[in-house]
């Protein structure tokens, strides 16, 4: 028998393209609300450069944008970061407002570790302002410029905490929403019953239940989540 639903047993997601990240779509509660509210407090940050730490999928871009849109913040991509950048950035007459994403990508690189270094001084220098991302606290970056890694430790750092009950459910259906998929309340709760507690386990999950539904041209039901989650589980033998 194929898999059907009734209309009236279906959650209906809006339809995106793709991932939204403004204030509206960012998902608030006990694990970010604290991350959350250091945003709002800009422009009255008690240093002025903040890390802004926690696990893939947790939301660090998405505050990183909320934090820009607020303040007006310009995104600086890892690649550019070289000590040459403060002639760019120094000629400017408004003190540099800077969000870097996934700034411990810079360890390993000596001239991003330098340029970093340099920005740091500059942005505290000139009254500035500057987020950064990253998976862990910059004590554990591993970072050869001792300078840099010493301002970074002195730095704030707000963490993102892992996901309870209620932001697993709506991470969940915003992953589905943002693939623009229909799935059933059934199946919601099965999976939530089931999948690891971790924001990542959510994003790699709906990303699989796509690409399996496409590729069977099968509507997600709960026996296609099985399904997934019986061939997640023989990978991690």
Same mark, same amino acid.
């Given at each position: 028998?194929? @898999?059907?639903?009734?209309?009236?047993? *279906?959650?209906?997601?809006?339809?995106? /393209?793709?991932? #939204?990240?403004? #204030?509206?779509?960012?998902?608030?509660?006990?694990?970010?609300?604290? !991350?959350?509210?250091?945003?709002?407090?800009?422009?009255?940050?008690?240093?002025?450069?903040?890390?802004?730490?926690?696990?893939?999928?947790?939301?660090?871009?998405?505050?990183?944008?909320?934090?820009?849109? *607020?303040?007006?913040?310009?995104?600086?991509?890892?690649?550019?970061?070289?000590?040459?950048?403060?002639?760019?950035?120094?000629?400017?007459? *408004?003190?540099?407002?800077?969000?870097?994403?996934?700034?411990?990508?810079?360890?390993?690189?000596?001239?991003?570790?330098?340029?970093?270094?340099?920005?740091? /001084?500059?942005?505290? !220098?000139?009254?500035?302002?500057?987020?950064?991302?990253?998976?862990?606290? %910059?004590?554990?970056?591993?970072?050869?410029?001792?300078?840099?890694?010493?301002?970074?430790?002195?730095? %704030?750092?707000?963490?993102?905490?892992?996901?309870?009950?209620?932001?697993?459910?709506?991470?969940?259906?915003?992953?589905?929403? @943002?693939?623009?998929?229909?799935?059933?309340?059934?199946?919601?709760?099965?999976?939530?019953?089931?999948?690891?507690?971790?924001?990542?386990?959510?994003?790699?999950?709906?990303?699989?239940?796509?690409?399996?539904?496409?590729?069977?041209? #099968?509507?997600?039901?709960?026996?296609?989540?099985?399904?997934?989650? /019986?061939?997640?589980?023989?990978?991690?033998?």
């Amino acid at each position: 028998m194929a @898999d059907t639903i009734s209309a009236a047993d *279906q959650i209906a997601l809006p339809l995106e /393209n793709a991932p #939204r990240f403004g #204030r509206d779509d960012y998902m608030v509660g006990a694990s970010n609300e604290a !991350a959350l509210a250091w945003c709002d407090r800009w422009p009255d940050w008690p240093a002025p450069v903040i890390v802004l730490v926690g696990p893939p999928g947790a939301g660090k871009s998405h505050l990183l944008t909320i934090w820009q849109q *607020q303040s007006g913040a310009e995104n600086l991509p890892v690649e550019k970061l070289a000590p040459d950048l403060i002639a760019e950035i120094g000629g400017r007459e *408004q003190p540099p407002l800077l969000a870097i994403d996934q700034a411990d990508r810079i360890v390993g690189d000596p001239v991003a570790e330098e340029g970093l270094f340099h920005l740091f /001084n500059h942005v505290r !220098a000139e009254g500035g302002s500057m987020l950064l991302t990253a998976a862990q606290q %910059p004590a554990r970056w591993g970072l050869a410029l001792p300078d840099l890694e010493s301002r970074l430790k002195a730095s %704030p750092v707000i963490t993102l905490a892992a996901p309870d009950d209620a932001m697993m459910a709506a991470l969940l259906v915003k992953q589905l929403a @943002d693939r623009q998929l229909i799935v059933g309340q059934e199946v919601v709760d099965y999976l939530l019953a089931r999948v690891e507690r971790s924001y990542a386990a959510i994003r790699d999950l709906v990303a699989a239940l796509d690409q399996l539904s496409l590729a069977k041209h #099968r509507r997600i039901t709960v026996p296609l989540a099985r399904e997934i989650l /019986n061939e997640q589980d023989q990978s991690l033998f």
